[in-house]
């Protein structure tokens, strides 16, 4: 049985942060990279972030050093924690999880929400 947890998302004021979590349960995979993608309404989603089990990043640029994100592979967890937030920061955000061998696991995504 595999499940991707999701937790951490809301609704903060422009400037503010936000820390979503993401936790893999499948004890039988091993972990390639894990990260979160987000889709806004009337748009496609799109990267924000994938953390490989050996720290290697792929970010995209609206990150810009707002966001950080970090992997504890022992415990399949992956975090990102969202400084500096925008308006154009909402969306819902899935965690995404693949997996040795190939596969790709999505979170049931957490809705952010940047509004004063």
């Known amino acids: 049985q595999v499940q991707v947890v999701e937790s951490g998302g809301g609704l903060v004021q422009p400037g503010g942060s936000l820390k979503l979590a993401c936790a893999f349960h499948?004890?039988?995979?091993?972990?390639?990279?894990m990260g979160w993608y987000r889709q806004a309404p009337g748009k496609q989603r799109e990267l924000v972030a994938t953390?490989?089990?050996?720290?290697?990043?792929e970010a995209a640029d609206f990150m810009e050093g707002r966001f950080t994100i970090s992997i504890d592979i022992a415990k399949n967890t992956v975090n990102l924690q969202m400084n500096n937030l925008k308006t154009e920061d909402t969306a819902v955000y899935y965690c995404?999880?693949?997996?040795?061998?190939?596969?790709?696991?999505w979170g049931q995504g957490t809705q952010v929400t940047v509004s004063s």
């Open positions: 499948g004890s039988d995979f091993r972990i390639y990279y």
């Open positions: 995404n999880v693949r997996t040795f061998p190939p596969a790709d696991y």
């Open positions: 953390i490989t089990s050996g720290n290697k990043i």
